[in-house]
């Protein structure tokens, strides 16, 4: 059973950065995609950004050019660098692990954009 931990979130100003850092533990087997998704209040929840372990990157068009996602693979561990955060960009981000097939989802983490 793959385990993810999240720390990180937060509240941080208009324009301001903010990395979140999701850890996979618990995994036997390599860990093909790790991602970030996000949840807005009362949207549904969405790709913000996703990686596999070769390095090909995915993103929401909303969020290109602002947010980086990379991973290391010998800490089992996907970030989420974010720039130029805009107050639409509150929201829970979770972080999404695949693993032989399955899926596997961190416990979110609350980011709000907010002067």
């Known amino acids: 059973q793959v385990q993810l931990v999240e720390p990180g979130g937060g509240l941080v100003q208009p324009g301001g950065p903010l990395r979140l850092l999701c850890t996979a533990s618990a995994t036997f087997f390599p860990i093909y995609r790790m991602g970030w998704y996000r949840q807005a209040p009362g949207k549904q929840r969405v790709l913000a950004a996703r990686i596999t372990r070769n390095g090909d990157t995915d993103y929401a068009d909303t969020i290109k050019g602002r947010f980086t996602i990379s991973r290391d693979n010998a800490k089992n561990t996907v970030y989420l660098q974010m720039n130029s955060l805009k107050p639409e960009n509150t929201a829970v981000y979770s972080c999404?692990?695949?693993?032989?097939?399955?899926?596997?989802w961190g416990q979110g983490t609350q980011v709000t954009v907010s002067s």
């Open positions: 999404n692990v695949g693993c032989l097939g399955d899926d596997y």
